[in-house]
Nanobody, 126 residues
Framework: QVQFVESGGALVQPGGSLRLSCAAPGFTLDYYAIGWFRQAPGKEREGVSC???????YYGDSVKGRFTISRDNAENTVYLQMNNLQPEDTAHYYCAANLLRSVCVDSMAKYEYDYWGQGTPVTVSS
């Protein structure tokens, strides 16, 4: 059973930065588009960002210009650099593999993704 492992979440003040990591023990990430999603209490899980096999990217409107996704195939890890964090970014963050596409398109449909991890919590508060 493949399960991704997210890490890097923490409590941070507004305006601060975090870098989340997504690892996949025993699974080769570089064949797939990898997505980051987040879920705040009482809300639906939403797509945040995607990185394709060849480097194509997608960002949700709420994070454009603040978040940067990248992948290091040698390390078999995908990163999400989050800058200028705001209280509305508070959520559990998850990564997953897109099993239907190797490129990112202009939306992120949850049903296309699998191998969800347990997530990592991000809290933005003063």
């Amino acid at each position: 059973q493949v399960q991704f492992v997210e890490s890097g979440g923490a409590l941070v003040q507004p305006g601060g930065s975090l870098r989340l990591s997504c690892a996949a023990p025993g699974f080769t990430l570089d064949y797939y588009a990898i997505g980051w999603f987040r879920q705040a209490p009482g809300k639906e899980r939403e797509g945040v960002s995607c990185v394709g096999r060849s480097g194509s990217t997608y960002y949700g409107d709420s994070v454009k210009g603040r978040f940067t996704i990248s992948r290091d195939n040698a390390e078999n890890t995908v990163y999400l650099q989050m800058n200028n964090l705001q209280p509305e970014d508070t959520a559990h963050y998850y990564c997953a593999a897109n099993l239907l596409r190797s490129v990112c398109v202009d939306s992120m449909a949850k049903y296309e993704y699998d191998y969800w991890g347990q997530g990592t919590p991000v809290t933005v508060s003063s």
